[in-house]
């Protein structure tokens, strides 16, 4: 349906995914040139989605749960006032195919989904076993738009970095990740010891991540006093942009990964067993993935390995 001309796209989180349906959303964009696209979040996520390229207009979905008739009657009646022509669902989880029977109206909205009664049901039976990427490429040809779906490119983020003052030949440390789920960090002792490499080699170690992960920062610079510690200081856009000043990233499984390879970054990437690249990893122009089940196995030789640091 090229013609439609309100185009609503569905994506609630979290970062990593975020990043990931940047691709999608450009696909969509250059199918429905004339539409006006309004894309569906959660408020984490919701000022980075206003400055990409592909949406005209940023909804927060506030997830009301369903014990609250009131919220539900609130989204269901804003969902159905949007007056959307098709619908993109890429959250495709049961809350969101919940959607798509908030918003029946006779005739539409055409939807693009799992959700059961979808005009564009994406039916491959091994969906869940592909790539995000690749699945998400999947269900737009089963919607009909059979073009390239370009990598994520957040070559478009806001970011200020003339105020960090950086020295121009730096390495990008993404040491955090996940609180709840800590076998997806590679030890923060092993950073350490990477940064003191890196320094040694006439690089600056630059760690970045959320404020939570202050103490991480905090550890690395304390065992390598030439690290700058920028942990609770960066928006997305700015960690999109280090990235693609860095010589190389390096860092776990987590949103801040895929942001800095849309960004442009050369990335190498751990992953224990906790995860699985062959469906979440980042795609980039030059993603190592590097994977033990236990990341306190991986060697620091071994990641230093990927930097080329001479």
């Known amino acids: 349906m090229a013609s439609a001309s ?7 989180g979290a970062l990593g995914d975020i990043v990931q349906v940047m691709g999608p959303a450009a696909a969509i964009r250059a199918h429905h040139r004339d539409a006006a696209i309004t894309f569906l979040t959660t408020a984490p996520f919701a000022e980075l989605a206003r400055a990409a390229p592909y949406f005209d207009e940023v909804w927060i979905d506030e ?9 539900v009657w609130r989204l269901a009646r804003r969902l159905r006032e949007g007056g ?36 564009h049901p994406h039916a491959n039976p091994a969906r869940t076993r592909l790539h995000t990427l690749d699945r998400q490429a ?12 370009p990598l994520p490119d957040l070559s478009w983020a806001p970011a200020d970095l003339e105020r960090f003052g950086l020295p121009p030949d730096y390495m990008l440390l993404i040491p955090g990740g996940a609180p709840h789920r800590p076998r997806k960090r590679w030890p923060v002792g092993h950073y350490a010891m990477l940064a003191r490499r890196l320094a040694a080699a006439g690089l600056t170690p630059v760690a970045v991540g959320g404020r939570e992960e202050k103490p991480l920062g905090a550890a690395i610079a304390a065992a390598e006093p030439k690290t700058r510690d920028l942990t609770g200081q960066t928006g997305f856009g700015d ?3 280090l990235g693609r000043g860095a010589r190389r990233v390096v860092g776990n499984d987590t949103g801040p990964m895929h942001l800095a390879v849309a960004g ?5 990437v751990l992953y224990s067993d906790a995860s699985n690249p062959d469906l979440t990893a980042p795609r980039g122009r030059d993603v190592v993935v590097l994977r033990r089940p236990d990341l306190a ?4 030789d071994e990641v230093a390995a990927t930097l080329a640091l001479g």
């Not at 309100?6 to 609630?12: A, D, E, P, S």
């Not at 619908?87 to 059961?116: C, H, K, N």
């Not at 442009?264 to 190498?268: C, K, L, V």
């Open 6 to 12: 309100r185009i609503l796209v569905i994506k609630l």
């Open 264 to 268: 442009g970054a050369a990335a190498t």
């Open 138 to 149: 999947d269900q737009l040809r089963h919607a009909g738009i059979d073009r390239d779906v």
């Open 63 to 71: 997830r009301p749960g369903w014990d609250d008739p009131r919220g």
């Open 84 to 119: 959307f022509d098709r619908v993109y669902d890429f959250q495709t989880r049961v809350r969101t195919a919940a959607y798509f029977w908030l918003m029946r109206r006779r005739g539409g909205p055409e939807w693009s989904g799992i959700a059961p009664g979808a005009s």
């Open 297 to 300: 196995d991986l060697p620091v």
């Open 239 to 241: 960690i999109a942009a």
